[in-house]
């Protein structure tokens, strides 16, 4: 069980045409993003998406969130912290120094930020993309949260067999199963709200849309060894937590281990998604759910099943299609492709008025998150 959240931003008009200028480190990015050579008008659109990442970074480090793990132009890492440095932004900018010579002097496409925190309960991924070239209809930012609990982070030196023993009290009985699940949900979704508050803070926006979702991976088969982790990454688009950053694998196995023991313990699922080893959601179970022990479903040791349960709505483009008893409901993941458009296009002067972020209140159920 890990816990995901998502906020995506569209930025208000008089965010996209004010020219403000960004301090002294971001301004260092902006001329290296360029080489500093920038037209009137490139300039205009390169200080605005600049001065978003650093407002963006002005919102979390009002959270206390300093620490960076990557920093990525157009796929290019500017700055990947594998060692697990702490307050490291100025490290990172020295670094974009130092590769920037060898990078061709072009607009960006798309800036790409990784950040960590994490407090008494929760370990967090926090994921930042900003689009300067998008369709129509899909905002130009947007910020995904992974969340673990720190209950079960394994120790240096901890084996298996100790770390699920330290799980076992969770799953003993549904009521414990139930608090635990609950008292997380509550304090990723608090981390969450506090995450959108501080973004209305410091952006101006027109939009901000919110999803919470509880996720539990089905592995093809047991783990319970961090190299098993890394043995499964394939690269491709996942969620934060499944990239293999740094130190994250001792926080993110029991996640692994969870839906084996769900599954001996036959643990009523209610109200989770269900991924795949890349993190792609295979089905959302509603309120009335499945009993683990009944089917296959859960269980890594043997093959995928669909669980008997009314209240189940299936994806696709996961590693589980073949094996699903009913498609009927399948979702395609993505938008359909359109024309695209610059959110860093510029319609004229603004007024000063400000304008402040409207965004739902909890979930993905709600009509106003039902485009996400």
């Known amino acids: 069980m890990y816990f995901n959240g998502q906020l995506v931003i569209d930025p208000s008009q008089e965010t996209l045409v004010e020219k403000v200028r960004p301090t002294k480190v971001f301004g260092r990015m902006l001329y290296y993003l360029t080489a500093g050579g920038l037209s009137d008008r490139e300039e205009q659109e390169t200080f605005t998406a600049v001065a978003i990442l650093q407002q963006l970074n002005m919102a979390l480090r009002s959270m206390g969130v300093t620490n960076i793990v990557r920093l990525t132009k157009d796929q290019y890492d500017f700055y990947f912290d594998e060692q697990g440095l702490e307050d490291d932004l100025k490290a990172a900018m020295e670094q974009f120094h130092m590769e920037t010579d060898y990078y061709e002097s072009e607009l ?63 799953f003993r009985a549904q009521d414990a199963y139930e608090q635990f699940q609950r008292q997380k949900e509550a304090h990723f979704s608090h981390f969450i709200s506090r995450l959108n508050q501080a973004v209305a803070t410091y952006i101006k926006c027109d939009d901000v849309r919110q999803t919470l979702d509880t996720r539990v991976i089905r592995p093809r088969e047991p783990v319970d060894r961090p190299e098993q982790l890394q043995e499964r990454r394939t690269g491709a688009d996942t969620p934060p937590l499944f990239h293999g950053y740094h130190g994250f694998d001792a926080f993110f196995l029991y ?62 483009d996961h590693s589980y299609q073949d094996g699903l008893d009913q498609t009927g409901s399948a979702q395609e993941a993505g938008t359909e492709s359109g024309e695209s458009s610059s959110w860093l296009d510029f319609g004229g002067d603004s007024g000063d008025s400000g304008a402040s972020c409207s965004s739902c209140s909890s979930c993905s159920s709600c009509s106003s998150c039902s485009g996400i």
């Open 108 to 170: 960006f496409e798309a800036l790409y930020l990784v950040v960590e925190h994490a407090d008494q309960e929760l370990t967090y991924l926090i994921e930042i993309e900003i689009d300067r070239l998008h369709p129509p209809d899909v905002y130009p930012i947007t910020i995904t949260v992974n969340g673990t609990a720190n209950d079960f982070a394994q120790q240096p030196g901890e084996s298996s067999d100790s770390l699920r023993q330290r799980m076992e009290p969770v």
């Open 255 to 316: 996640a692994w281990m969870w839906s084996s023991m769900s599954f001996h313990h036959n643990i009523h699922y209610h109200d989770v998604s269900v991924v795949d080893e890349r993190g792609q959601t295979v089905f959302d179970v509603g309120a009335a759910g499945f009993h683990a022990g009944e089917s296959n479903t859960l269980n890594p040791e043997a093959n995928f099943e669909s669980p008997s349960a009314s209240d189940v709505e299936y994806y696709a």
